[in-house]
């Protein structure tokens, strides 16, 4: 198994729309968040482990301003994200109420940690830009999160975008979105995806030609003779 900076290293130049064609031949189709977008176009891609947190709907006894204070708070959960984590937050697809705001992503960049991705909202967008935190939400708004969800606990199995996402799964997100790499997938991925990157660059080559696609892409035979020549 490689270590982590080797892992994030090899995946920095592998998309994400790579990444789902890999697990798809391995036989997982439902890995792509639906919702997060990059917050700011300029965002880098990065890579890390999902560090999870999970919002309920809102019940008003529990969804008060004062639960900010509580043990199982955001604010709580941010002191236990590390180093290097992508915060993935489950929040329900809810969109008209901010989950984290300037205040809590300037926390979370502080702490290290690589990015935000969420199904939800974030609030306070210029002063969340102003922190430099990477952000794949699904929109803004200006109500708090109490206004609509309830925030439970993190640490534990959520569902993101319609994705399942366990602690310790890799997320990798890019201009085109956010994508789960299940632990137990990393190292196929990992193994597989640079090798794609440099076939497809390739075939873009021979596009660039004028060749037709059809034997092409995917390569019959021939062109995979013809790829492993060029390689040589």
């Known amino acids: 198994?490689?270590?982590?900076?080797?892992?994030?290293?090899?995946?920095?130049?592998?998309?994400?729309?790579?990444?789902?064609?890999?697990?798809?031949?391995?036989?997982?189709?439902?890995?792509?968040?639906?919702?997060?977008?990059p917050l700011r176009?300029?965002?880098?891609?990065?890579?890390?482990?999902?560090?999870?947190?999970?919002?309920?709907?809102?019940?008003?006894?529990?969804?008060?301003?004062?639960?900010?204070?509580?043990?199982?708070?955001?604010?709580?959960?941010?002191?236990?994200?590390?180093?290097?984590?992508?915060?993935?937050?489950?929040?329900?697809?809810?969109?008209?109420?901010?989950?984290?705001?300037?205040?809590?992503?300037?926390?979370?960049a502080k702490r290290g940690v690589a990015a935000l991705v969420t199904d939800g909202a974030v609030r306070d967008v210029a002063g969340v830009l102003g922190t430099g935190l990477p952000v794949w939400c699904a929109g803004v708004a200006a109500p708090p999160s109490v206004a609509g969800l309830t925030f439970v606990d993190w640490g534990e199995p959520v569902g993101c975008g319609g994705v399942a996402v366990f602690p310790n799964d890799l997320i990798l997100a890019d201009a085109d979105g956010a994508v789960?790499?299940?632990?137990?997938?990393?190292?196929?991925?990992?193994?597989?995806?640079?090798?794609?990157?440099?076939?497809?660059?390739?075939?873009?080559?021979?596009?660039?030609?004028?060749?037709p696609l059809p034997g092409l892409y995917p390569p019959n035979a021939e062109h995979k003779a013809r790829y492993e020549a060029s390689r040589k």
């Open 1 to 37: 198994m490689a270590d982590e900076a080797s892992i994030i290293a090899a995946l920095r130049h592998v998309s994400s729309a790579t990444v789902t064609t890999l697990l798809l031949k391995k036989g997982l189709r439902n890995v792509w968040m639906r919702g997060p977008k």
């Open 41 to 108: 176009p300029d965002q880098p891609r990065l890579i890390g482990r999902a560090f999870t947190l999970r919002f309920v709907p809102a019940r008003e006894d529990l969804a008060t301003p004062e639960s900010w204070s509580s043990p199982k708070s955001t604010r709580a959960a941010i002191e236990a994200m590390p180093h290097g984590a992508i915060a993935v937050v489950d929040a329900m697809g809810v969109t008209d109420a901010g989950i984290f705001g300037d205040i809590l992503c300037a926390r979370m």
């Open 180 to 211: 789960v790499i299940p632990a137990a997938f990393v190292d196929e991925i990992v193994a597989g995806g640079a090798e794609q990157e440099r076939l497809e660059a390739w075939i873009m080559t021979e596009v660039d030609k004028g060749a």
